[in-house]
């Protein structure tokens, strides 16, 4: 089954450089979730996406902006990047109104910010 | 404030001995409880939830309101068992985000 993907796998940055990150969810699911995890720590919740439409925000910086498009793939549009961005990002597709509602993650990308 | 308590960082057992990874949470709704794993070098992996009551790679985990628990128990631990292991709750009337607790990493020595 298709799973959830995430593109770049691995992204080397300077700091103050701009990064984008690409998340496809699984076919037909509608919501798109954005995690950050920072080296040795547990993930934590950036924003989230319901048809199109931001649903949710958690700790997420200014410098950072997101999207779902009509393709339902979204991107996490990351500037002026910080030291402290280098983590762990993941992406996660569910179907919301399903019996399920269980979160796919994808692979992740790993951000390491110089 | 909602959070997810995993208070063992590394928990080390022998093969073929029980396994209890132990999560606490606090939330003044009903939430939905999670257990996500996550191998060397892979991605997170739902390995169950709470409404299932199901058992999968031999693990099961039993809400307990009354403790705020969800605590993950294995009878018998195998080597392939060791991994992150993360608890997680989601508040469906919040956008059904998961809040992670810090994960427990089980490590199964032969």
């Known amino acids: 089954a298709a799973g959830v993907i995430q593109s770049p796998r691995h992204l080397i940055k300077e700091k103050r450089e701009t990064a984008t990150l690409k998340c496809y969810p699984i076919?037909?699911?509608?919501?798109v979730y954005w995690y950050q995890q920072g080296p040795g720590q547990d993930p934590q919740f950036l924003i989230s996406?319901?048809?199109?439409?931001?649903?949710d925000k958690g700790s997420i910086p200014d410098r950072f902006s997101a999207q779902q498009f009509s393709d339902y793939h979204s991107e996490l549009n990351m500037s002026s990047l910080e030291l402290g961005d280098s983590a762990l990002y993941f992406c996660?597709?569910?179907?919301?109104?399903?019996?399920?509602?269980?979160?796919?993650f994808g692979p992740g990308t790993r951000l390491l910010v110089l | 404030a909602q959070r997810v308590t995993q208070p063992e960082k590394l928990l080390s057992v022998f093969k073929g001995a029980p396994v209890e990874l132990k999560c606490n949470y606090s939330?003044?709704?009903?939430?939905?409880l999670f257990w996500y794993v996550q191998y060397s070098r892979q991605r997170l992996q739902l390995l169950l939830r709470?409404?299932s009551r199901e058992s999968i790679k031999g693990f099961t985990a039993d809400l307990n309101k009354g403790e705020t628990s969800f605590h993950l128990k294995k009878p018998f631990a195998q080597e392939e068992d060791s991994a992150m292991y993360y608890c997680?709750?989601?508040?469906?009337?919040?956008?059904?985000?998961?809040?992670f607790g810090q994960g427990t990493e089980l490590s199964v020595k032969p």
């Open positions: 996660a597709s569910s179907l919301v109104g399903s019996t399920e509602g269980t979160q796919y």
């Open positions: 076919p037909r699911h509608d919501t």
């Open positions: 996406f319901y048809e199109k439409m931001q649903s």
């Open positions: 939330y003044s709704g009903s939430p939905e």
């Open positions: 709470h409404i």
């Open positions: 997680a709750l989601s508040a469906y009337n919040q956008g059904g985000k998961l809040i």
